[in-house]
């Protein structure tokens, strides 16, 4: 499988040093070592979802209950859980930390992945949740160390976009 397993496990450490003890998600081809390194890590609770919505409750129950989490879904999953989103991890002030793969953009050759791409970006500016890319290895660690700091620091949405040049072997 073309996807980078060593950055995937750069990813998975990032998350770990930042605490996060539960992660929830759907299968997904660029997650799909995220997913089993976590379901393979004893420490580490993974939830597998039914949709993503499901990911911003189960984020919000772990964060009452003193527990940091992060949510793992494709940019068209971040799209279904939207109304989630705004209803409940911003009205109540969730530290909701969302890894999104960045499907459908340059070098997408799943035409069913296009439309789910070109409105991400724009959707998180208008919801107003700040976002970053993965776009290299050697960013990573700082970068989900910020992100997940900002999201508990300010008690909403941040998200990281998880890039084609980072998620994938050409």
């Known amino acids: 499988m073309p996807v980078a397993l060593d950055n995937s496990q750069l990813i998975y450490r990032a998350l770990k040093a930042c605490g996060i003890q539960l992660l929830s998600a759907l299968p997904e081809t660029w997650l799909v070592h995220l997913i089993q390194i976590a379901e393979d890590d004893p420490q580490m609770m ?3 979802l039914a949709k993503e919505e499901e990911g911003v409750g189960l984020s919000a129950g772990a964060h009452f209950a003193g527990v940091k989490s992060a949510m793992l879904m494709q940019n068209h999953g971040f799209l279904a859980a939207i ?14 930390l969302m890894l999104i793969s960045y499907r459908g953009t340059f070098g997408e050759r799943d035409p069913w992945q296009t439309q789910g791409g070109s409105v991400t970006e724009p959707l998180l500016r208008a919801l107003n949740i700040p976002y970053s ?4 290895p050697e960013s990573v660690e700082k970068r989900v160390r910020q992100a997940h700091t900002l999201a508990e620091s300010s008690l909403q949405p941040v998200a990281l976009l ?8 050409e």
């Open 133 to 136: 890319f993965l776009d290299a």
């Open 83 to 96: 109304n989630g989103i705004v209803s409940f991890a911003h009205l109540y002030k969730i530290p909701l």
């Open 46 to 48: 993974l939830v597998r």
């Open 162 to 169: 998880l890039t084609r040049d980072l998620m994938w072997v």
